[in-house]
């Protein structure tokens, strides 16, 4: 199984989270693939994580974007699972406090109040380093405009890493990416 764990006020509707779906089931493989619909609530959009990797047959490979690469982080080094993580947010409780407030999904018009408590609630999940940084994949676009590239090569330095010139927080070679992606996912 694979578990994609997409961005704040992103869905399961996200262009890599459906290019991920897509590409499973080209590979006659779509049956692994799951994304839920999280919340931008910190302590609850982990409670369905750990809920959906407590009650998987196997112990699933993550993908995470963005905050989910963040999530993707705390769930390695809960769980020794292995995971890919896409221009992840390092410390959201510090990148995240500009979002205090009324915020919009970016999929549907969905709206949140995002609190002084849910940055507590992501500084309480921050790790110092992640912990088995041999699990974890490391991948990040250097025009990444949202989140700094160095801060996140630096805080993944121990961790397998891909960086790449030019780019965007999208990601703009996730497609070319995913076999790649897959072969990490899948190495012993």
């Not at 994304?35 to 982990?46: G, N, V």
């Not at 750990?50 to 196997?58: D, R």
């Not at 020794?80 to 999929?107: M, Q």
């Not at 109040?113 to 940084?133: C, M, R």
Request: hydrophobic residues 40%; glycine residues 8%; aromatic residues 12%.
């Amino acid at each position: 199984m694979i578990l994609y764990i997409h961005g704040f006020r992103s869905s399961s509707q996200s262009g890599k989270a459906q290019e991920t779906k897509r590409w499973l089931e080209s590979q006659g493989r779509g049956q692994e693939w799951i994304c839920p619909d999280l919340p931008p609530y910190p302590q609850e959009a982990m409670r369905i994580l750990e809920s959906i990797i407590k009650n998987a047959p196997k112990p699933p490979q993550l993908i995470g974007s963005s905050l989910g690469g963040f999530y993707a982080t705390v769930l390695v080094a809960q769980y020794a699972l292995k995971a890919v993580v896409v221009n992840p947010a390092v410390h959201p409780g510090l990148v995240l406090r500009p979002a205090v407030g009324l915020i919009t999904s970016f999929y549907g018009n969905e709206q949140y109040q995002f609190t002084e408590q849910h940055l507590q609630e992501l500084h309480a999940l921050d790790l110092p380093a992640p912990l088995y940084p041999e699990n974890i994949l490391f991948m990040q676009e250097r025009g990444d405009e949202v989140l700094d590239w160095q801060e996140g090569s630096a805080y993944y330095r121990d961790c397998h890493q891909l960086i790449f010139a030019g780019g965007d927080h999208g990601f703009t070679r996730y497609r070319a990416v995913l076999n790649l992606i897959d072969h990490f996912l899948n190495d012993k």
